[in-house]
């Protein structure tokens, strides 16, 4: 089991930054490719960044690029989604999660994350 827990939402003017936290615990954080994905009111869950155990390789959405940037610290389990020019349609719940992958690996399917954490409420108002 791993268990992650996510902070650093909260309610942020367009064009503002936010910085996501997920502290993970359990088993060997480094054995997980970690990735970030969100829900908006009454959308499904998008997928949103991913990054491999290594932290070498990363892939983010389209609607994203360029403008958020997942990292990790394996020293101290934990990963992180700094946001940046942030705009309303960023407004969601937003989900860490741990898949366990081989080190290179990373994935953009819900399906592959084996841990979620409970989520955290990103807002942007115009």
């Known amino acids: 089991q791993v268990q992650l827990v996510e902070s650093g939402g909260g309610l942020v003017q367009a064009g503002g930054s936010l910085r996501l936290s997920c502290a993970a615990s359990g088993r060997t954080f480094s054995a997980y490719a970690m990735g970030w994905f969100r829900q908006a009111p009454g959308k499904e869950r998008e997928f949103v960044a991913t990054i491999s155990r290594s932290g070498g390789a990363t892939s983010y959405a389209d609607s994203v690029k360029g403008r958020f940037t997942i990292s990790r610290d394996n020293a101290k389990t934990m990963v992180y989604l700094q946001m940046n020019s942030l705009v309303p349609e960023d407004t969601a719940v937003y989900y860490c999660?741990?898949?366990?992958?081989?080190?290179?690996?990373?994935?953009?399917?819900?399906?592959?994350?084996?841990?979620w954490g409970q989520g955290t409420q990103v807002t942007v108002s115009s």
């Open positions: 999660a741990a898949a366990a992958m081989g080190l290179f690996d990373i994935s953009r399917r819900e399906s592959t994350y084996d841990f």
